[in-house]
C-alpha cells in the first residue's frame, strides 16, 4: 500500500523553526517530484514548493510567500524528505501536506501552528 | 504568477441537479489544469487532469472541459457523496503552480 507520512508540526512561536518530515513507504521516494501543500484553518489550498529528483536536477521551486525562509530538500537512503522552515510568521498556521502530484499520493498532513 | 479565479465559491443544490465550477486563468495555460475534491478533514483527491481526462475510478458523472484561459468542471447529476469543497490548479509549465479559491458544495 502507497502511503504518505509528514511529522514534524507542532507548536512555535514567531520567528521560530521547525523542520518537517515527509515518509514514504510503497514506491520509492527517488522516482518521484514531491511537492508540499498547505491548507490554512478553513482556508483553500496552497502550493508550497516542491523538488524534482536527483535524475532530474533536485532542483527546488518555491512560492514567493516562503522562498528564502523554507527549504525543501531529500534523504533519498531514507525514502524521506524534508521541508525546513524558519522565521516562522503567524501566517504560515496550516496543515502541510506532502504529495505526489503526478500520482495523486497524498498524505494526511501534519499540523503546523504559529503562536505566541 | 498566474491567478485562477474560481468560481462560484459556495453552490448550494440538491442531489440529481448538474452542477458547473468554472476557473478562469490569468493567462493561456493550454490545458494544464487539474480539478481536486476535497472532504472535510480529508487530503484532496484528483479527479480530473489535462483538463478533461477523468482519472481513473472517478465516476463519469465527473467532466472536465477547457483549455487556455477557461475551464469547467461539471457534475452531471449530483449524488450524496459529492458535496464536497472543489479546486482547479494550475500545474503546467508556469511556477508557481496555483490553486483556484475553491468551491464549496453543500445540500440544498
Known amino acids: 500500500e502507497v502511503q504518505l507520512v509528514e511529522s514534524g508540526g507542532g507548536l512555535v512561536e514567531p520567528g521560530g523553526s521547525l523542520r518537517l518530515s515527509c515518509t514514504a513507504s510503497?514506491?520509492?521516494?527517488?522516482?518521484?517530484?514531491v511537492t508540499w501543500v498547505r491548507q490554512a484553518p478553513g482556508k483553500g489550498l496552497e502550493w508550497v514548493g516542491r523538488?524534482?529528483?536527483?535524475?532530474?536536477?533536485?532542483?527546488?521551486d518555491y512560492a514567493a510567500f516562503v522562498k528564502g525562509r523554507f527549504t525543501i530538500s531529500r534523504e533519498d537512503s531514507k525514502n524521506t524528505l524534508y521541508l525546513q522552515m524558519n522565521s516562522l510568521k503567524i501566517e504560515d498556521t496550516a496543515l502541510y501536506y506532502c504529495?505526489?502530484?503526478?500520482?495523486?499520493?497524498w498524505g494526511r498532513g501534519t499540523l503546523v501552528t504559529v503562536s505566541s | 504568477d498566474i491567478q485562477m479565479t474560481q468560481a462560484p465559491s459556495s453552490l448550494s443544490a440538491s442531489v440529481g441537479d448538474r452542477v458547473t465550477i468554472t476557473c478562469r486563468a490569468s493567462?493561456?495555460?493550454?490545458?494544464?489544469l487539474v480539478w481536486y475534491q476535497q472532504k472535510s478533514g480529508k487530503a484532496p483527491k484528483r479527479l480530473i487532469y489535462?483538463?478533461?481526462t477523468l482519472q481513473s475510478g472517478v465516476p463519469s458523472r465527473f467532466s472536465g472541459s477547457g483549455s487556455g484561459t477557461d475551464f469547467t468542471l461539471t457534475i452531471s447529476s449530483l449524488q450524496p457523496e459529492d458535496f464536497a469543497t472543489y479546486y482547479c490548479l494550475q500545474s503546467g509549465a508556469y511556477l508557481p503552480y496555483t490553486f483556484g479559491q475553491g468551491t464549496k458544495l453543500e445540500i440544498k
Open positions: 493567462q493561456d495555460i493550454r490545458n494544464d
Open positions: 510503497g514506491f520509492t521516494l527517488s522516482t518521484a517530484w
Open positions: 523538488i524534482k529528483t536527483k535524475t532530474d536536477g533536485g532542483t527546488t
Open positions: 504529495t505526489h502530484l503526478f500520482r495523486d499520493y
Open positions: 489535462d483538463a478533461s
